[in-house]
C-alpha cells in the first residue's frame, strides 16, 4: 500500500483551559446522514490531564474542517478512578441500539509513572456519553497490572471482538531516544464478549516483540471485503514511533507486514520525529489514514490518503 500525506488537520488551539496540549488518538467515524467524518481525539489542559472532544471533517477533503464544536464529550473521572488522571479515545462503534466508546484511562503514580485502563461510555447521538461505569471494563489481572489499554473493537455478528495494549513490565530504557527512561514492556492482546462490557481475553499475544521493539501502541482494526487488517505503533529502542500494519483472515491468525506499511515520518515539519497511533476509514470509496506525529501526539494529528502504487 502507498498512502499520499495530505496535511496536518488539527493541533492544540490553546485558547480554552482544556485545549493547550496534544490532539492525541484520532478516531473516525462516518455520519451517513450528515455525510460528515467525525473525528474524537483527546487533548489536554496545561497539567496534561486529557479529555475527550471532536471535529467535523468533509469527507471530500478532510484537512477542512466544517464543524468545530469546542465542547468536551467524556471528562476526566471521579477522584480515586481509574481515569481521574485523564481519558483518551481509541474506539468507537455503533451497536444495535447505541454507540459505544471505548477509551484509557489514566491515573498518575509514584514508583511507576502511570497506570492505563480501558473504559466504557455509550450514546445515544455521538454528541454525549455516559460511562457505563466507574470501574474499567478491562481491570487489572495478574499478568496485566497497569496497562490494558486503548482497545479497539469490531462488532459483527452479534459479538464484540477487541484488540488491545497489554503491559508486561517496567525497563529502564537506554539510549540516544529514550535517554534511559523507565518505560512499560507492552504487546498486543485479544478479547471476545457478548455484551461489549464483560470480556474474555486471551493469554497469548497477538504477535511477539522482535529484535529492539519494546511495544505496540494503539491498535486499530479495518476490515475490508478481503480480510483484516490491523495497523498499529511500533516503539523501538534505536529509534523513535513508527507505524506497522498486519494482515489476516480471521482476526487471530496474523501475518506482520510492516515494510508494506507505505508511509513513514517526512523531512521536516509536524511529523518529521515520529508517526503512531494510526486509525483507519473509508468513505465515498476513499481509505484515510489518520495518525499523531512528533513527541507522541503534541503537534496534533494529520491525514493521508491511499492511493494506487
Known amino acids: 500500500m502507498k498512502w499520499k500525506k495530505l496535511g496536518l488537520v488539527c493541533a492544540p488551539s490553546k485558547k480554552l483551559w482544556w485545549n493547550q496540549l496534544y490532539a492525541i488518538l484520532p478516531t473516525p467515524v462516518y455520519l451517513d446522514n450528515l455525510d460528515l467524518i467525525r473525528v474524537f481525539f483527546a487533548t489536554t489542559c496545561e497539567q496534561k490531564f486529557g479529555r475527550i472532544t471532536y471535529i467535523d471533517l468533509d469527507p471530500e477533503q478532510p484537512t477542512n474542517i466544517i464543524f468545530n464544536p469546542k465542547n468536551i464529550v467524556l471528562d476526566v473521572g471521579v477522584k480515586g478512578a481509574f481515569d481521574d488522571c485523564g481519558v483518551n479515545v481509541s474506539s468507537v462503534i455503533k451497536t444495535d441500539s447505541d454507540y459505544f466508546m471505548y477509551y484509557a484511562g489514566y491515573q498518575r503514580h509514584f514508583r511507576t509513572p502511570f497506570s492505563i ?7 445515544k447521538d455521538l454528541e454525549t456519553f455516559k460511562r457505563n461505569s466507574q470501574t474499567p471494563v478491562l481491570e487489572r489481572i495478574d499478568t496485566e497490572l497497569d496497562l490494558r489499554s486503548a482497545p479497539t473493537v469490531l462488532y459483527e455478528a452479534g459479538k464484540f471482538r477487541m484488540w488491545y495494549v497489554a503491559g508486561k513490565k517496567w525497563e529502564m530504557i537506554e539510549g540516544e531516544v529514550h535517554k534511559n527512561k523507565l518505560m512499560p514492556i ?18 497469548d499475544p497477538v504477535f511477539n516483540l522482535h529484535e529492539d521493539e519494546f511495544g505496540f501502541g494503539r491498535p486499530y482494526i479495518f476490515k475490508d471485503k478481503d480480510n483484516y487488517k490491523l495497523f498499529y505503533s511500533i516503539r523501538r529502542k534505536s529509534v523513535s514511533y513508527r507505524l506497522g500494519f498486519a494482515e489476516s483472515n480471521n482476526g487471530c491468525d496474523w501475518v506482520r507486514k510492516d515494510s508494506q506499511i507505505g508511509i513513514d515520518v517526512s523531512n521536516e515539519g509536524w511529523d518529521s520525529e515520529m508517526i503512531c497511533y494510526p486509525a483507519v476509514i473509508t468513505v465515498h470509496d476513499k481509505t484515510y489514514l489518520f495518525y499523531n506525529g512528533n513527541n507522541n501526539g503534541e503537534t496534533g494529528f494529520g491525514v493521508a490518503e491511499l492511493v494506487e502504487e
Do not use: H, P
Open 186 to 203: 507492552y504487546e498486543l492482546k485479544y478479547g471476545e464478549s457478548n455484551d461489549g462490557k464483560t470480556w474474555d481475553t486471551s493469554e
Open 117 to 123: 485502563l480501558s473504559g466504557l461510555a455509550i450514546s
